[in-house]
């Protein structure tokens, strides 16, 4: 299984052979190393860990550093696991980038939504409101009744007010539509979760 991780950058408009334009995702990808192979007999399931990006040493933890030893001070650590449950052809210490994708890939990237705080009910579930009229003073925004008969009690699910994003998102069947391996630079179609400088995990087949 291919695995990488990546910053997203900004989107622009890329052009097709034929002149069409389509919206694209520009993601700075890689390069990751192998911090870590586990296997079935010893972890009980097979899966390999790669770090990316780096940061200064007085910012790690001692069990981080004692994880990491010799490879580096690496900012961002994430697991792949083999859904197949074969046993991973990489070696801890093994350097991983761009180029074990190519253009016109399929792919799954997974990200953390922008977080938009404590939203009321219009903005986070779509509520239409109260009426403008009528003698409504207050009440444009409110989510009206959650239901009688409930003995008090909110049930679960109820739609309410909270916090809104900051969520883990995942993006399915996302197509490569570029690869610049010397910048460790990887172009994909459509939009992606978060903001700039949000870390993303890429998987392919």
Do not use: W
Request: include cysteine.
């Amino acid at each position: 299984m291919k695995f990488i991780l990546g910053t997203k950058q900004n989107m622009v408009q890329f052009f097709t052979p034929e002149g069409k334009s389509i919206p694209a995702t520009l993601i700075s990808a890689g390069p990751v190393t192998v911090t870590q192979v586990k296997t079935k007999e010893t972890d009980g399931y097979t899966a390999f860990q790669v770090g990316y990006g780096t940061r200064k040493e007085k910012n790690l933890s001692k069990a981080v550093k004692g994880h990491l030893k010799d490879l580096g001070n690496l900012a961002h650590i994430r697991e792949c696991r083999q859904k197949d449950g074969k046993e991973s052809e990489v070696k801890r210490g093994d350097v991983i980038d761009v180029s074990i994708f190519k253009e016109g890939d399929t792919v799954a990237i997974a990200g953390t939504s922008k977080g938009k705080g404590f939203q009321g009910v219009v903005k986070r579930h779509g509520f239409h409101g109260g009426p403008r009229s009528h003698g409504q003073k207050h009440s444009e925004r409110e989510p009206g009744s959650i239901g009688g008969g409930l003995r008090n009690r909110v049930p679960k699910g109820m739609r309410m007010a909270g916090r809104m994003g900051s969520d883990r998102i995942l993006e399915r069947r996302v197509k490569i539509v570029a690869i610049d391996v010397e910048n460790n630079a990887m172009l994909v179609k459509g939009a992606l979760p978060g903001r700039r400088g949000t870390i993303l995990e890429i998987t392919g087949k």
